[in-house]
């Protein structure tokens, strides 16, 4: 939450009302602490409202220039400030030094990341507030919230993310406090939870401070980061799996992820263990192939992939960050996963500028850390030779640049009828042709039926064909009160004055094969065109409305989910005021574009079923 710096507000002097309010929701939700003794009455403390980068409004309370808690929707937690001085009030989980660099750069912990000491983890329940300490030191360096139990934990190998980091040491929330560094604290509650067994050394050692990192790799890498042995793994490939940073869905290699190491009583495993065992290896390995190279090969298909069939001459040019997220991560085989940093080329600037070299594209830059894909050669040998996998990718719900995906049932342009409905004014007129009130009737049978009125009761005018001669039933139903001295009309006015006097309906029957079919009843009224609204938020900033998605059949939540990946920008559904209005999308920013673009090529609806385009952002330049 605090990975980034922060715009603060407000800073004031807390007074005493709030003291007591802080004091008292202090002892509710964090009943272990002596509010007293946290919150003194002479102490200095002051409350900072903050906005952080991904716009929470956060209330950071700081006693004598240290921040000792925050508050985040209603909730308290605490600094690891706080926790060096009470490092017993939350229950603690164990992870090595490398796993905290990653986690301060906003990495959420992963489970294989975890150390599992041999007395086991302790007792946390799902959404419970926990804190992370190191195997050295009992002082937490940081706080989060656990994803799941570690009951589950244990049960599921120790695989996947554990806990969703709030605030750790090195954030920017502690360097706005004195910036001290962790005390080395004994582990709290350790000697009470070891048995006679485990607790065979000196009582007075602290178990944890001699752990080593799990395997021989990592106990031999130098301050850079690297192994002193040329053949031996990077222990940043270790930690993506650890911390879910950088791609966030690696997970660790059977070989690190599920071994077991000793120290002192710690075992870390993939899956509960207990006492002292032997390092597992794993001896099942698929190839020779180094995985550098398999990165390579998979990010070169993707490419290819995405240059045969995704990347349009209309996309160009296109920011690299674009075509990577956009064009080749939906390529990758859904039992595979990308990441560029596992790849010998480690940048995908530079692996463009290797496919640059091999005449696939060409980028250009625009500006320093700005480059732009302008070119693609899809006549290149290796393009046309590759073929497209079937089913085997990840793009199954996605618009890439606005464009539906292969895999997804086609959309059509929706047809929408319109109706006529039998009113009792015009019943008269139309029962002849053997319509009941109520009935539903088209434009062509309207016309129909007064036609054959007309001719029925032979009310054609005589000298002049294009009238019609009203008698009473017939200027009853298309006549006013205020028009008793009409007597006769014209073909067209007659047809119109009809088509006025019955009640209108539409039917929509939608484009897409999969929508129901109760959406295609016949409904009264005038169809509702989709609507889009420009609305100004605190901050100056603008955010886009959209609304009545449902009426054609398109469902909100699919439609937020498809306009956040196109335009990389954050919205949400939410219900309308009153009971049965249906939902509305909001979108970040002015994105009137992108829908009109979304809606008329994806879901093929025409533009006089969208109503606010006007609302789209100018082009050129100002002066």
């Known amino acids: 939450m605090f990975r980034k710096d922060f715009h603060v507000k407000s800073n004031i002097a807390i007074r005493g009302s709030d003291r007591r309010k802080l004091r ?27 906005f952080t980068h991904a716009d929470y409004t956060v209330m950071v ?28 009030i939350l229950p603690c989980l164990i992870t090595w030094p490398p796993v905290l660099d990653k986690m301060v ?79 080395t604290i004994p582990f709290p509650n350790v000697q009470s939870t070891l048995s006679e067994e485990d607790s065979g050394a000196n009582p007075q050692t ?11 790799d990592i106990q031999q890498l130098n301050l850079n980061g690297t192994s002193a042995e040329p053949n031996s793994t990077s222990i940043n490939e270790q930690l993506i ?41 794993d001896e099942e390995v698929e190839d020779d192939i180094p995985p550098a190279v398999k990165m390579d090969r998979l990010l070169y298909q993707c490419l290819l992939h995405s240059l045969k069939c995704k990347v349009k001459k209309s996309d160009l040019p296109l920011l690299t960050s674009t075509f990577y ?50 070119d693609i050669d899809r006549s290149h040998p290796d393009v046309r030779a590759f073929e497209i996998p079937e089913g085997d990718t990840n793009d199954e719900d996605e618009v890439q640049g606005g464009k539906p995906t292969n895999s997804e049932a086609v959309w059509s342009s929706p047809e929408i009828k319109e109706f006529f409905q039998v009113t009792t004014k015009m019943l008269p007129v139309l029962k002849c042709a053997g319509y009941r009130q109520g009935a539903w009737m088209t434009a062509e049978e309207v016309r129909k039926a007064v036609t054959d009125y007309v001719k029925q009761e032979e009310l054609a005018d005589k000298n002049d064909r294009r009238l019609v001669v009203l008698d009473p039933v017939l200027h009853d139903a298309v006549m006013k009160k205020t028009e008793p001295s009409t007597t006769h009309l014209a073909w067209d006015k007659l047809f119109t004055r009809s088509y006025r006097e019955l009640t209108r309906g539409h039917q929509l029957v939608l484009g897409n094969p999969g929508i129901a079919t109760e959406n295609q009843r016949m409904k009264k009224g005038n169809i509702e065109p989709i609507e889009l609204k420009i609305q100004r938020k605190a901050g100056n900033k603008l955010v886009t409305l959209i609304t009545r998605l449902e009426t054609f059949g398109i469902d909100p939540k699919d439609f937020s989910h498809r306009i956040q990946k196109g335009v990389s920008a954050s919205s949400s559904v939410s219900a309308l005021p009153g009971q049965g209005q249906g939902q509305q999308v909001l979108v970040q ?24 385009l006007e609302l789209a952002p100018k082009s050129g330049k100002r002066r």
């Open 105 to 183: 750069g906003g990495a959420d912990l992963m489970l294989p990341g975890v150390v599992v000491p041999s007395f086991g983890l302790p007792e946390i329940a799902k959404r419970q507030l926990c804190a992370i300490c190191l195997p050295d030191s009992g002082a937490p360096v940081a706080i989060g919230i656990a994803t799941m139990s570690s009951a589950d934990m244990i049960a599921s190998g120790m695989k996947g993310k554990g806990v969703q980091t709030l605030h750790c040491y090195k954030d920017f929330l502690w360097k706005q406090g004195s910036k001290s560094n962790p005390p």
């Open 325 to 374: 997220k956009n064009h080749i991560l939906p390529c990758c085989p859904r039992n595979q996963t990308l990441d560029v940093k596992k790849s010998s080329y480690k940048k995908f600037s530079k692996f463009l500028q290797a496919m640059q070299q091999e005449h696939l594209l060409t980028v250009k830059t625009e500006k320093k850390g700005v480059d732009n894909v302008v």
């Open 241 to 281: 799996a650890a911390t879910g940073a950088e791609g966030d869905t690696a997970e660790l290699p059977a070989a690190s992820g599920e071994s077991m190491v000793e120290g002192d009583g710690v075992t870390e495993t993939g899956g509960a263990t207990g006492g002292t065992e032997d390092i597992v290896e």
């Open 206 to 216: 602290n178990e944890l401070s001699e752990v080593k990192p799990p395997t021989d």
């Open 24 to 50: 008292s929701n202090l002892a509710e939700q964090l009943p272990s602490l002596s509010a007293d003794e946290v919150i003194p009455n002479k102490d200095a403390m002051t409350v900072k409202k903050v």
């Open 61 to 88: 309370y700081c006693l004598n220039g240290d921040p000792v808690f925050f508050e985040w929707e209603k909730q308290l937690y605490p600094t690891v400030y706080l926790l060096w001085k009470y490092p017993g």
């Open 589 to 612: 920013g002015n994105q009137v574009n992108y829908v009109d673009k979304l809606l008329t090529e994806h879901y093929k609806l025409p533009r006089k079923y969208i109503r606010g």
